[in-house]
């Protein structure tokens, strides 16, 4: 009997209204969803690199990493409210169901940046959101994912464009000078 995928909910934004920066995922992985934490696989590279960006370190416990993100300005979400999925993986997403963006940023209105947490994020965003959004004055770019899954760039090379598109955004990052980790 072949096993049936199942419908998945995302997890509520997380961030205050002076956020400038949105970090939006897909949908989160079944490590995270049964942690109930953004980016919990041990191997995802989110948090290391948010703990160079913003001093979110993977170190810190979870309420503390998240407090230390959205007081450095940036909120974290989803680009789907649901989908279809077996499994983790973003080529599993079926039956798209996206966030309602037009709410969230009538409520977040200092948000001038959003950069998608892979292809998958923009992917959907674009095909679900945009064609629809009443916000039309924000900047959106697309970094590599820092899922496991994306093994074809280093960690370090993922830092790098992340940290180049914070800094072209305008965010002051918390370490003093750009750091391999």
Same mark, same amino acid.
């Given at each position: =009997?072949?096993?049936?995928?199942?419908?998945?909910?995302?997890?509520?934004?997380? #961030?205050?209204?002076? &956020?400038?920066? +949105?970090?939006?995922?897909?949908?989160?992985? %079944?490590?995270?969803? &049964? &942690?109930?934490?953004?980016?919990?696989?041990?191997?995802?590279?989110?948090?290391?690199? =948010? #703990?160079?960006?913003?001093? $979110?370190?993977?170190?810190?416990?979870?309420?503390?990493? +998240?407090?230390? +993100? !959205? #007081?450095?300005?940036?909120?974290?979400? %989803?680009?789907?409210?649901?989908?279809?999925?077996?499994?983790?993986?973003? !080529? $599993?997403?079926?039956? %798209?169901?996206?966030?309602?963006?037009?709410?969230? /940023?009538?409520?977040?209105?200092?948000?001038?940046?959003?950069?998608?947490?892979?292809?998958? &994020?923009?992917?959907?965003?674009?095909?679900?959101? /945009?064609? !629809?959004?009443?916000?039309? *004055?924000?900047? @959106? *770019?697309? @970094?590599?994912?820092?899922?496991?899954?994306?093994?074809?760039?280093?960690?370090?090379?993922?830092? *790098?464009?992340?940290?180049? $598109?914070?800094?072209? $955004?305008?965010?002051?990052?918390? +370490?003093?000078?750009?750091?391999?980790?």
């Amino acid at each position: =009997m072949p096993i049936k995928s199942t419908r998945i909910t995302s997890f509520p934004p997380v #961030g205050n209204k002076k &956020a400038q920066f +949105l970090i939006l995922g897909s949908m989160p992985g %079944e490590m995270s969803l &049964a &942690a109930n934490q953004y980016y919990a696989h041990p191997r995802n590279a989110f948090w290391p690199i =948010m #703990g160079v960006i913003a001093g $979110a370190h993977p170190t810190l416990p979870y309420a503390q990493r +998240l407090k230390v +993100l !959205t #007081g450095s300005g940036i909120m974290m979400w %989803e680009a789907l409210q649901s989908c279809v999925r077996l499994g983790s993986l973003d !080529t $599993a997403i079926r039956d %798209e169901v996206p966030n309602d963006f037009n709410s969230f /940023l009538a409520a977040h209105t200092r948000i001038t940046h959003i950069f998608f947490n892979g292809a998958k &994020a923009e992917q959907s965003f674009r095909k679900h959101v /945009l064609p !629809t959004l009443e916000y039309t *004055e924000l900047i @959106l *770019e697309k @970094l590599p994912s820092t899922s496991p899954a994306h093994a074809g760039m280093s960690l370090v090379d993922k830092l *790098e464009k992340w940290q180049d $598109a914070f800094e072209r $955004a305008g965010f002051k990052t918390k +370490l003093p000078e750009k750091s391999p980790l």
